[in-house]
């Protein structure tokens, strides 16, 4: 009987010390909730979004305390060294769910970044990504006491956190939203950027959720079709390729509390679809990847469809589900 007391006392205790123990880990440091990267000619400025550790136990749930720290220096190394050095307890990324970037930042830079990730654990390679727009200087100038921006700028974060791909999808090219950021206040443009590892196109409302809807990026889609708002909430898009042609068909889920769309307002979606993969290609962008797939269809280094070649007739087809 006392052995038995003697193993739960010691259970107990031990319990108790780990809980101790990551409590002391966690306040000890500063949580990095997002990085900001931006490169100016010669200079490249790292923005570091973290919580103070006496916010909360856990970090994640903390309320407030939310500060930005930043520094300049020739290489991304210097710079998030000296954003590092400045902040109240040593860095910890473990819940950096998001960067920032700005819209001139070049493919070596995020590559750069990448490897400091990989190699340093600097951040999170699945970390998601978005454009942060403002005017020059506006970060150095914000107040040094009671700033508010860095708490909007992390709840606005979250909010549109399902528009964002992540970091190690740049290669491909990311279809990024983009945040603006003005006198203490941030808000979510009514453009986006399609950031290419070549150059980024800056890409109006109507365009880029057409975009996000054809590349089956998460969220809620909203579209305005026969005068009226139609909501996706779901959808799976397929491709066919037959000779010159390709077929693309979108399987989509409407919003619980929302009529099914009418034939009309499929056929103006289908066209809106149609319309935005062939401007992307005239643009020099495979969309929905028509290219890979006739390589794939036909054989590696035998597809019949290039981005060289004029677009292939497209035939969308959109369906929404019964419900």
């Given at each position: ?43 490249i ?7 103070a ?5 856990d ?9 930005l ?8 190394a ?10 109240p ?10 960067l ?10 995020l ?36 700033q ?23 290669q491909d090219g990311?279809?990024?939203?983009q ?11 009514d ?7 070549e150059?980024s ?13 054809l ?15 139609v ?6 898009v ?6 010159e042609?390709a077929?693309?068909r979108?399987?989509?889920q ?5 009529p099914q769309?009418?034939?009309?307002q ?22 929905v990847?028509?290219q ?5 269809q036909?054989g ?24």
């Open positions: 009987m006392k052995q038995k007391k003697l193993r739960f006392l010691s259970a107990v205790l031990l319990i108790g010390w780990c809980l101790i123990f990551l409590r002391c880990e966690t306040t000890e440091k500063s949580m990095v909730r997002a990085l900001y990267l931006a490169q100016k000619e010669q200079s400025t790292v923005g570091l979004l973290y919580q550790p006496e916010a909360a136990a970090a994640s749930e903390a309320s407030g305390a939310v500060q720290q930043l520094a300049q220096a020739d290489t991304l210097k710079a998030l060294a000296a954003a590092q050095k400045q902040l307890q040593k860095a910890d990324y473990r819940l950096c769910d998001y920032l970037i700005d819209q001139d930042a070049s493919a070596e830079l590559a750069a970044y990448e490897r400091t990730v990989l190699e340093n654990r600097q951040g999170r390679v699945s970390a998601k990504v978005s454009v942060l727009e403002m005017d020059d200087g506006f970060l150095e100038e914000l107040p040094a006491e009671k508010e921006f860095p708490n909007k700028l992390l709840e606005q974060l979250k909010q549109c956190a399902d528009q964002m791909p992540r970091l190690y999808q740049y990311m279809l990024l939203p945040l603006r950021a003005e006198k203490q206040e941030v808000a979510l443009a453009t986006s950027i399609l950031w290419r590892v150059n196109i800056e890409l109006e409302a109507r365009q880029a959720e057409t975009a996000r809807l590349l089956e990026m998460g969220g809620v889609h909203t579209f305005w079709l026969e005068g009226e708002p909501t996706v909430r779901r959808c799976s397929s491709v066919t390729l037959q000779e042609t077929s693309l979108l399987d989509c409407r919003s619980y509390d929302t769309p009418s034939a009309a499929c056929e103006q979606l289908a066209e809106l679809c149609t319309q935005t993969v062939q401007s992307f290609w005239q643009q020099g962008i495979d969309l990847h028509l890979q797939r006739s390589a794939l036909n590696v280094g035998r597809e019949k469809i290039t981005i060289k070649n004029a677009c292939p007739q497209l035939q969308a087809d959109v369906r929404f589900l019964p419900m």
